[in-house]
Structure formats: structure tokens, C-alpha cells
Nanobody, 126 residues
Framework: QVQLVESGGDLVQPGDSLRLSCVAS????????VGWFRQAPGKEREFVAS????????YYSDAVKGRFTITRDNAKSTVYLQMTNLQPEDTAVYYC???????????????????WGQGTRVTVSS
């Protein structure tokens, strides 16, 4: 079992920056991939960014590439999502997710992630 706890969501203005945190505990290992998804009101959950397993390779959706950065601090068992130049369309509940033995071709599929946090809300509005 893996437990994930997100934090950092807030109400911000367009153009602002925000950093989300996800603390992982439990049975994580070299085959565990950890990433971020988001779900806007009335929309399906969508992939944002993820690490592929324990290596340093990162993957992003086209919607956030160049604006968001996923990083991690292994000593703190924490994965971060640094978001810059936030726009109203970034408004959503952001979820941290983890998957065991993920296949790279499925990294963007929410259905392939076994564990989910409770979500943290990000609202971008002037």
C-alpha cells in the first residue's frame, strides 16, 4: 500500500506561481511511478506530469509543458509540482498518483495508477 497526501492548493491570480507537494509513505520502490493529474469541474481527470519509476525521466502534458515542473526530494519522500504562469484553465483539483510497474506507454492514463491522494484545489481567477 502507498499513501499520498497533497498540499499547497490555493486561490491565485492569472500569471501567479504555486507549488504543490505530495508526501508519499508506505511501500514505494524503484518500480513506483509518481505523478500529478487534475480534474476540472465537469471534465475528466487528465494527466499533468509524472516521473517514470525511480529514474529521473519526467513527462508532461502539452497543456503544461514549459510552465509546470515536477521534482522530487527522495529524502523527504515528497514530489512537487511547481506551476508558473497559471491561467484560469489550470483551475482544477490536483491529485497525486502512484503506480507500480507502470509501462511507459501508459504513463498518461489515470486508469494505470493504483494509488491516489485526496486532492488539493487550485483556483486561478482575477
Amino acid at each position: 500500500q502507498v499513501q499520498l497526501v497533497e498540499s499547497g492548493g490555493d486561490l491565485v491570480q492569472p500569471g501567479d506561481s504555486l507549488r504543490l507537494s505530495c508526501v508519499a509513505s508506505g511501500r514505494t520502490g524503484s518500480s513506483t511511478s509518481v505523478g500529478w493529474f487534475r480534474q476540472a469541474p465537469g471534465k475528466e481527470r487528465e494527466f499533468v506530469a509524472s516521473f517514470f519509476r525511480s529514474g529521473g525521466h519526467t513527462y508532461y502534458s502539452d497543456a503544461v509543458k514549459g510552465r509546470f515542473t515536477i521534482t522530487r526530494d527522495n529524502a523527504k519522500s515528497t514530489v512537487y509540482l511547481q506551476m508558473t504562469n497559471l491561467q484560469p484553465e489550470d483551475t482544477a483539483v490536483y491529485y497525486c498518483a502512484a503506480a507500480d510497474r507502470l509501462i511507459l506507454s501508459t504513463i498518461r492514463l489515470a486508469s494505470q495508477y493504483n494509488y491516489w491522494g485526496q486532492g488539493t484545489r487550485v483556483t486561478v481567477s482575477s
